[in-house]
């Protein structure tokens, strides 16, 4: 029994790290179209990272250990983020170690690493992204921290698992306070993974950049896990999207065989589908905000992440 | 006596649902900067009126709340915003900017205000009889905010949707702790309502006449030196 | 044998830390022999250290003894009132957060005095063992002369050491400032005193305790007692002699002062509302939970825009601080709403943080040290690219980062996540609007620890990171063999609290079930901490840091089996511009510019801004804090007023004067009989 639940813990993460590029590979499919564009493979991902992976790593002269370590450090804590968060089942053995907040720490380790290594090298690029991911992590981590609050109060629980299972013992009833967290999560969703109303994936060489001015220095095999790392980050941001409001088709604890696993894979790569294209959807409709402005939008997704927590404390189904 | 006739879990949670989501878009209507954004904002947070109301009259059996809802969905949903888009399309002014205060302050306050409408209502919702007594917070919650949006607009036209905004709050409030106001009152206000647009209308109109502007700081110059 | 040696340790703790504390005292007066010689300071400093790290061990050892309290009382003192000392769970855990910090400190320091930087090193020897044990003499205090006594003792030895450069005037003056609100805050502990003795005019603190006190009163007292502590603890408003002192303060001495000494007015604060008031009151709760968030978000704001490295790090510590007195402040109001074991949680967080904030920012105020040591240079925008010539110093900084920054499986994170689950409970705190509004407070905590992130990435990034913006960095020095001791010993601290946060609960809880009488879940094993219910929640450094650590190594490995290792070092790519140099890199300046953009009104800012014709244009900014010029100019001047009229008296002629002293003595005279 015991064995199983590894073996399925492994397998859960596996899949996240074989899926993720996917998944980033669907939304810009989604984007090209909607936008008249001949769209680019799904697979697309995949072979960038061959290519990447196959290539000679150009490094600064001025790069320090620092700089090299971190493509490592960043894969590392999203791959174990992915091990924390239910995105199949809810019997996790790994998912005692660290509960939500602690994943929120996890996601600041990644951006606190990214961001020195941006300013390892010495380029005004580099250091003028990396001043601003520090300014979108700031707003973002409090609106998902409370965000997650939200959750935890609901279910009792900061362990991402216990609120699916206490999720699913009562489905029906929908808990007023959800719909400003999931308003407020995709907010937050967007300007954490540098989408479009904050940052534009697709972009290099703008003023306005501020994921892609941190990742100039690097390349190939580097540059593939980093890139890796911000596919796996996306998808984690889904996954913890479907556990905190859509958590249906996600094996509680106590469910075993195979049956209920190929039907959890299936409901999530169902989510997925829909989840990416309304992605492409939300940025094909708005447009890049000045950089002035993300303050303001992550400020909103705040304020409505602690609105949903006091219509709670009001109105929640107790 | 019917009006305590018992809701059913889910009707309530749906209540409550509805009653969040006119807070969020009360929210959503303090932050936009486009009038035609507000204008869409306001319908829908009639659209959500009128399907409150028509859930309150079908679980609590009372056959006049559906004229009401009826009545909000006509008047609200439908003929207002339709009135209010060929205003700003006629006076030019789809494009209401700026805000006194910037966004995050004035949302913030409005957080402030929440809270305050929580806090106040907690006691009297404790009073009142219905099962609904909860939404009477987010009801009051309505109002000020949209009293809110009128201090911290300049144009005219985003006055008036904040005074209708209000408006909802009221409603909302009546149909949520009192299953709703006689008929004749409620057609009396939604007479009212119609005659007010028309009238704040023609207002417009003379007041970009005078001022070729719709923005209220020149209305400052018209007091006495 | 050995269980017999150390039942007889346990038996006369008290007496051994005494005998710990003259040490201290002896070792700074041999300093005094040889003033002058640096082998004074090479050999007495460990010796202090060694003494440091028995305090600990003698701390540690009551606190898993799980004694009550011992007592003493010295044949010294005043005619008739004997200097009492009491050791209970409270000041064992205090002593055992001076003790390991100091430990590091002080093996540093040996490597660190030079001669010839102001104070002779002999007598800076004197002054810092003397501060030390001044604190250590605070923390056992049991009645008010003695606690005084040592409190001044502390406040006069570090004013000391702060203006140890005394020749230059910025020093006198931000020593000036320090004793200045020091005292201040000394006349209210004073005071608080002098109401907590209720009437029988006992000043011992057994007396206190059994005082019964009006709710007026005992509030006064919190009052007194939150103005006195939380002045020398540096909260908001009372913070603005802590960006001073510590720039003006040699390294080592910041360290102690910002890792120690705000740590013995969050004890004085925990003794007084917790040990000798006997009733709490919600209110004290939020007021002290408001002004903890309100000095931690200022100081972070703060501590974001500044260009001196060591400045940075003040305003980090007013951050630290503010978060500690928010946890002391949630733990009373729990505690006043009967939610005993939250409030549990919320002291050990507290008290945690507490530990954590020793040990990560004396390990960056030292790494700073070493800095202005290899470089002469303590502003920022001099700084750069010190991670290549000083590769110990940068790696030991960078686990301070991290720490401080709150990411796990670092120390810092633990504290916070104590205190944000134990916010989680806020909701259950039955008052109208408090439980509406205390669960912001949370909210303002996370905003709290980003903007720390942020600091810090400013911080590490700008000193260390990027390329040297001034020629004279070519040759910076790594630290010395003394100094890289103490940084790794504090580092270490922090990755195995971090790791294995049981080492700093179980103590903590020791102390949570002296105060409140409860204490949070013990987990047995190493592995978790379950603080509530492993169902509620539970985190594990360990297994955190064996995974990153794992998954990092695996990677690495799959990366070098499937694809190749191939590295070529090339130029860093220009963009097409190949005009670039060091000084074209984002500053401090830069770096801080979204804060002051979003946060503007917190600061009162001067910018001269260059014309566009200017052929050599200046950009200049000066931000200064508002409350400095809102509350202590005013002050300032009224006391100017009045003295200016209080001036007029003085006429200069002794006869005048001996007509004041004639006048008086007949007034006496007609009211006395």
């Not at chain 1, 220095?217 to 896990?225: F, G, K, P, V």
């Not at chain 3, 010839?116 to 250590?136: D, N």
């Amino acid at each position: 029994m015991r064995g199983i639940t590894f073996i399925r813990q492994f397998g859960e993460v596996i899949l996240a790290i074989a899926i993720a590029p996917l998944f980033a590979g669907w939304i810009a499919q989604c984007r090209a179209w909607m936008q008249s564009r001949s769209a680019p493979l799904v697979t697309q991902p995949y072979r960038m990272l061959r290519k990447l992976f196959s290539k000679d790593a150009a490094l600064a002269e001025t790069a320090s250990p620092l700089f090299r370590i971190t493509p490592y450090v960043l894969f590392g804590t999203m791959v174990l983020a992915a091990a924390i968060i239910p995105s199949l089942a809810t019997d996790l053995p790994f998912a005692r170690a660290a509960d939500a907040i602690a994943l929120i720490g996890l996601f600041a380790t990644a951006r606190v690493f990214l961001s020195l290594a941006a300013m390892d090298i010495g380029t005004g690029f580099g250091s003028m992204g990396a001043r601003r991911e520090m300014m979108i992590g700031f707003l973002a981590e409090p609106a998902l921290l409370m965000v997650l609050f939200n959750a935890s109060l609901l279910y009792g629980s900061t362990a991402l698992p216990s609120l699916v299972d206490g999720y699913r013992a009562h489905p029906t009833i929908i808990d007023p306070s959800v719909i400003f967290a999931a308003v407020a999560f995709v907010m937050v969703l967007l300007a954490e993974n540098a989408r479009i109303p904050i940052d534009n994936p697709a972009t290099h060489l703008e003023l306005t950049m501020i994921h892609e001015a941190m990742l100039l220095e690097y390349s190939a095999r580097h540059l593939a896990l980093v890139e890796w790392a911000s596919y796996l980050k996306l998808f984690n941001y889904a996954c913890i999207g479907f556990a905190l409001f859509v958590p249906w088709g996600i094996a509680i604890h106590g469910s075993d065989g195979g049956g209920v696993l190929a039907l959890s894979i299936v409901a999530l790569l169902g989510k997925l589908v829909v989840a990416g294209s309304a992605l492409a959807l939300i940025e094909t409709l708005s447009a890049k905000l000045r950089i002035f402005r993300a303050p303001e939008f992550l400020a909103m997704a705040f304020l409505l992440a602690v609105l949903g927590l006091l219509v709670h404390l009001l109105l929640g189904v107790r | 006596m019917h009006l305590l006739h018992p809701f059913t879990v889910p009707v309530i949670n749906v209540l409550n649902l509805l009653a969040a989501c006119l807070l969020l878009l009360s929210f959503a209507m303090l932050s936009r900067r486009r009038t035609q954004r507000l204008i869409t904002l306001f319908a829908w947070q009639g659209g959500i009126l009128c399907l409150s109301t028509s859930l309150v009259a079908y679980s609590s059996g009372l056959h006049e709340l559906y004229y009401s809802a009826a009545l909000t969905l006509l008047l609200k949903v439908i003929t207002l915003p339709l009135i209010l888009r060929r205003l700003i399309y006629r006076l030019g002014a789809e494009w209401d900017s700026e805000t006194m205060v910037n966004i995050p302050v004035t949302m913030l306050a409005g957080l402030m205000l929440v809270i305050f409408a929580f806090g106040l209502a907690q006691p009297i919702s404790m009073m009142a009889t219905t099962i609904t007594r909860n939404m009477l917070g987010i009801a009051l919650a309505v109002i000020l905010l949209s009293f809110l949006m009128m201090i911290t607009r300049r144009k005219a036209v985003t006055q008036v949707i904040g005074f209708l905004a209000m408006e909802n709050g009221l409603f909302f409030a009546a149909t949520s702790a009192t299953y709703g106001m006689p008929m004749v009152i409620e057609l009396g206000i939604a007479l009212d309502v119609l005659v007010g647009v028309f009238i704040l209308g023609l207002f417009f109109f003379q007041i970009r006449e005078q001022f070729e502007s719709l923005d209220l700081r020149n209305m400052e110059n018209l007091k006495e030196e | 044998m050995i269980s017999a040696l150390a039942s007889t340790v346990v038996q006369h703790d008290l007496r051994w830390l005494l005998l710990l504390i003259c040490a201290w005292g002896g070792i700074g007066l041999a300093g005094m022999l040889r003033q002058r010689s640096l082998l004074v300071v090479r050999v007495l400093f460990p010796l202090g250290s060694l003494t440091c790290l028995l305090v600990a061990i003698l701390a540690g050892v009551f606190l898993a003894s799980g004694q009550a309290s011992q007592a003493m009382v010295l044949p010294l003192g005043l005619p008739d009132l004997p200097f009492h000392l009491r050791l209970d769970a409270l000041s064992a855990f205090f002593l055992l957060i001076l003790g390991v910090a100091g430990a590091g400190i002080s093996i540093f320091s040996a490597g660190y005095f030079r001669v010839g930087e102001g104070t002779s090193p002999g007598l800076m020897g004197l002054q810092y063992h003397l501060f030390l044990a001044s604190m250590a003499v605070v923390l056992l205090a049991d009645d008010a002369y003695l606690f005084m006594v040592a409190w001044e003792t502390m406040a006069l030895s570090s004013y000391f050491l702060v203006t140890s450069q005394h020749r230059i005037p910025e020093i006198r003056r931000a020593g000036f400032l320090y004793l200045l609100i020091a005292h201040v805050g000394a006349i209210c502990i004073l005071l608080c005193f002098g109401v907590l003795q209720g009437g029988s005019w006992l000043f011992i603190f057994d007396a206190m305790r059994s005082a019964t006190l009006t709710p007026l009163l005992a509030s006064t007292a919190f009052l007194l007692a939150l103005l006195g502590f939380g002045a020398k603890a540096g909260l908001v408003p009372m913070h603005v002699w802590l960006p001073e002192a510590h720039p003006a303060a040699p390294s080592p001495v910041s360290a102690m002062m910002s890792g120690l000494m705000l740590k013995t007015a969050v004890y004085g604060m925990l003794r007084v509302s917790f040990d000798l008031l006997h009733v709490r009151f919600w209110q004290w709760g939020v007021l002290l939970l408001a002004l903890g968030l309100f000095s931690a978000l200022y100081g972070a704001i703060f501590a974001a825009v500044q260009t001196d490295m060591k400045r940075l790090l003040a305003y980090s510590s007013i951050e630290n601080v503010g978060i500690i007195f928010a946890g002391i402040g949630l733990s009373i109001l729990f505690e006043t709403c009967n939610l005993h074991l939250f409030a549990a949680l919320a002291l050990c967080a507290a008290l945690v943080h507490s530990l954590n904030h020793a040990l990560f920012k004396s390990l960056l105020f030292l790494t700073t040290g070493s800095v202005l040591h290899a470089t002469k240079q303590r502003n920022l925008g001099k700084l750069g690219g010190l991670i290549r010539r000083m590769p110990w110093v940068a790696s030991m900084a960078l686990v301070g980062t991290l720490a401080i920054a709150g990411l796990p499986p670092l120390n810092g994170f633990v504290s916070e996540w104590l205190l944000l689950q134990s916010f989680l409970f806020t909701p259950e705190i039955p008052h109208e609007f408090v439980n509406m509004f205390v669960p912001l407070g949370a909210a303002v905590l996370a905003l709290t620890a980003a903007l720390a992130a942020y600091v810090m990435v400013k911080f590490y990034g700008v000193v260390f990171l990027g390329q040297p913006r001034e020629a004279s960095l070519a040759d910076a020095h790594d630290a010395n063999l003394l100094e890289r001791l103490g940084l790794v010993w504090l580092a270490l601290g922090c990755i195995l609290i971090g790791v294995m946060p049981q080492l700093a609960l179980r103590p903590a809880s020791a102390v949570t079930r002296k105060l409140l009488g409860q204490s949070i879940l013990p987990t047995g094993s190493i592995w978790w901490i379950a603080p509530i219910a492993p169902k509620q929640a539970s985190y594990s450094g360990l297994i955190m840091l064996l995974g990153i650590v794992g998954v990092v190594g695996i990677t690495f490995l799959l990366v070098r089996l499937l694809a190749h290792g191939r590295t070529r070092r090339v130029a860093t790519w220009d963009c097409g511009y190949p005009y670039q140099n060091a000084r074209m890199q984002d500053t401090a300046e830069g770096f801080g510019q979204p804060i002051r953009h979003m946060f503007g009104t917190f600061f009162r800012m001067e910018r001269d801004l260059p014309a566009p014709e200017e052929s050599s244009p200046h950009y200049r900014i000066r931000i200064e804090d508002r409350l400095w010029h809102a509350i202590y100019q005013p002050i300032a001047r009224a006391v100017q007023w009045l003295a200016d009229v209080v001036g007029v008296l003085q006429g200069g002629s002794l006869s005048i004067y001996l007509l004041y002293s004639f006048l008086t003595l007949i007034v006496l005279l007609v009211f006395v009989l």
